[in-house]
């Protein structure tokens, strides 16, 4: 669907794919060491109207589709986060987001564009939903950035209850996305924030690249949640 040329594979999945089904594969030799030092430059050009990725998302059909985002729409998406100040060059970002969710090209490349960090969860399978290793992990290193699924949260929120334990207090930036935030929720999370961790509400379909709308959130404000 994506009608790509060139496969990058490695050696957990190079298997899945052979010259015949009409592109070529590169393997990329994860587990050596090799000094990069030495590889040449390569000029890479661009236009801003060119394809830049291709998130498959199933919304609310359920039957998955390839959604393709521009360089333009996903540079700009990046450049409004960066003038709202909700990425800074000192952050350190929580990559949590699965790569079959949009949100996890946020983390990795606004760490890069801004000249972050981004920490990377292990690859075991079910690191991004354990708790215990979650909390630890942004206590370790400080992050200052994380994206939360509601869900995610409210598993986090019980686990630091039964501790009677916060949040890191590193947190500056705390997401909601990718489902509905509640008011019970959201008081919620505010009570295991930091006085100074900003909450977000974010929204937005794959086609808009990421989010389209954001709201700080506060405690107790009388108008209902978008």
């Known amino acids: 669907e994506t009608r790509a040329n060139v496969i990058l594979v490695h050696q957990a999945t190079d298997h899945l794919f052979s010259s015949d089904d009409g592109f070529a594969c590169i393997k990329l030799?994860?587990?050596?060491?090799?000094?990069?030092?030495?590889?040449?430059?390569?000029?890479?050009?661009?236009?801003?109207?060119?394809?830049a990725f291709v998130v498959f998302t199933s919304g609310s059909t359920g039957t998955p589709k390839g959604v393709p985002i521009g360089h333009a729409n996903f540079a700009y998406y990046l450049a409004s986060m960066c003038h709202e100040n909700y990425i800074q060059e000192n952050d350190i970002i929580l990559q949590i987001s699965q790569d079959t969710f949009d949100a996890h090209l946020q983390e990795i490349l606004g760490a890069v564009l801004v000249g972050g960090t981004c920490i990377l969860l292990r690859s075991s399978s079910g690191a991004h939903l354990n708790t215990a290793y979650l909390t630890e992990t942004m206590y370790r290193h400080q992050v200052t950035f994380t994206n939360l699924v509601p869900s995610?949260?409210?598993?986090?929120?019980?686990?630091?209850?039964?501790?009677?334990?916060?949040?890191?207090?590193?947190?500056?930036?705390?997401?909601?996305?990718?489902?509905?935030?509640?008011w019970t929720l959201a008081d919620d999370l505010l009570a295991c924030l930091?006085?100074?961790?900003?909450?977000?509400?974010?929204?937005?379909?794959?086609?808009?690249?990421?989010?389209?709308?954001?709201?700080?959130?506060?405690?107790?404000?009388?108008?209902?949640m978008s």
């Open 152 to 182: 995610l949260a409210i598993a986090l929120i019980d686990y630091l209850n039964r501790l009677k334990q916060l949040f890191s207090p590193s947190l500056r930036i705390v997401i909601s996305t990718g489902e509905p935030l509640s």
């Open 29 to 51: 030799c994860i587990d050596e060491k090799e000094n990069i030092d030495s590889t040449p430059d390569v000029m890479i050009t661009q236009e801003l109207a060119s394809l």
């Open 194 to 224: 930091s006085p100074n961790t900003h909450l977000l509400n974010t929204y937005g379909v794959t086609e808009t690249t990421v989010d389209c709308t954001y709201r700080r959130v506060f405690e107790q404000e009388d108008s209902a």
